[in-house]
């Protein structure tokens, strides 16, 4: 087709979470485009579980996922957190209060599954290539020349960098960046990428201490556990500090050897009061070492090129928040896009946006995204030192002052992230479950607005302020009785 009579075009590299929800978000806007996966399966064996907050399920229920996301899991029961030795000390309702705050939980499902349903559930696949790794992104005077490393090549109008934290988009709009803009993207932000924390990671069958639908914290010095358990499976994440934290370009290949010597080495580390680890990694179906990256970049776009999902935004995944992210950031900017094509723009008749056109909507959909990804950063941040003890701050944090929050607090805030959740504005939404906590949308709030609001957000002071207030009330309760007790009366 003659340049000048092809439709706008999106080339989005990566198939994974972000990749697939692309797919679906273009289609249901009506803009072409291809989705380039460098692997040869979209669902491939690997990773262990993925966890959906009543937000991230919003969007895949307008997407038409969410019912076969819900059906590949059950409702989670129990929230339980432990100490080293296995010894339960908090309980709590996390996933039936979530359930009220919103009408619908956390769903835990294998990731593997997650990707097949995302796939199977498009309305068209042909949009989808898969053997198709991308060598390198080509600008021209009205759009992009992205070749894959058989030699293809795909022109389109813009690329949307959905190829995970080692993204090599993200360094070919780097590269581009500071041609054209000396300086603009600097050591400090290439090097924001940082990896302090490492996982074993793995699903085993179902075993009976995790329960059915329940999740396991167990709290340590510098690591932390947690099992996510199913009727069928279990899945493990077993966190523990690098000793020395690094930041991009490094990376770390961690070998099958590493996982095992460290498994070992951990083999006997008490998972409940009945189980070690060491029973865990032995019935893997499934098990390796992974480095924990975490970073929110601050130019997420330049020229043709913009960035979602993990290039832009990766979080740990102590709280499950990177991939429902993703998803966010995807609709999000997919809202922009259908913004600027709703006049005819997105067919071959009408002419194209501009190249300023397209920044401006680039440049919306951070400004949008940012300081909630930033906000969601610090929380992922916080939750995984304190289940690491990483400090002696942390250690009380997780053992003072959590323990004597109200039970449905955790939800309160964690909900606090959810109502602020976008959705697809050019896609119906009739039909999703309501719970007791409104979507801001659904109240009239604005859009692009961080976790600061009417209620109150996690960080460390708060939580401090709101402990400090129980023992307070505890303390007047307590003398209360003392005096009326001595009193007689
Ligand atoms: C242990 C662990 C547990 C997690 N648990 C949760 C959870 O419970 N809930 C949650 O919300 N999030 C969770 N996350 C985070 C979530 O998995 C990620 O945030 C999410 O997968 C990011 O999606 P993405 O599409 O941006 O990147 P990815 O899923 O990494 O996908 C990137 C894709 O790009 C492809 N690719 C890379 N380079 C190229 C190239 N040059 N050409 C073509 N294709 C390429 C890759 O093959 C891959 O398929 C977890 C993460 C980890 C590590």
Known sequence: MPESK?????????????????????????????????????????????????????????????????KACVPGRNWLTRYPDGKKFMDN?????????????????????????????????????????????????DGVEVTLVNGDVETGDMVIGADGVYSMVRSVMWEQANKASPGLITVQEKTSIKTQWKSLIGVTPNIPELGDRDVTVVNGTGRSLLALSQPDRAYFF???????????????????QDAEDLAQQFADHPVSDTLVFGELWKRRTRGTLIPLEEGVLTHWHHGRIVLAGDSAHKVTPNIALGGNSGIESIAVLCNHLQRLLQDGGATANKPKPTAAALDAAFAAYQTERLKRMQDILAVSSLITKVQAWDTRWHRFMATWLLPLQADRTTADQMSEIIRKGPKLEFVEVEGFRKGRVPFDDERGV?????????AAPISSLFLLLRSLGALAAFFVVWQGTRLALAANI
């Open 93 to 141: 309702g996390y996933f039936q209060h979530l359930q009220e705050n919103h009408g619908s939980s956390l769903l835990v499902l294998e990731r593997r599954e997650f990707l097949q349903i995302m796939y199977d559930k498009l309305p068209d696949k042909s949009y989808i290539k898969t053997s198709s790794g991308v060598k390198s992104i080509k600008e021209t005077p």
């Open 446 to 454: 604005g859009r692009g607005k961080g976790l600061e609001g009417a």
């Open 6 to 70: 092809r439709p706008f075009r999106v080339i989005v590299v990566g198939g994974g979470v972000v990749g697939l929800t692309a797919s679906h978000c273009l289609q249901k806007a009506g803009i072409d485009h291809v989705v380039l996966e460098k692997r040869a399966v979209v669902a491939p064996p690997e990773g262990a579980s993925i966890a959906l907050y009543p937000h991230g399920s919003r969007i895949l229920h307008q997407l038409g996922c969410f019912e076969a996301v819900e």
């Open 238 to 256: 077993f966190i523990f500090r690098v000793d020395e934290p690094f930041t991009w370009p490094k990376r770390a290949n961690y070998t099958d």
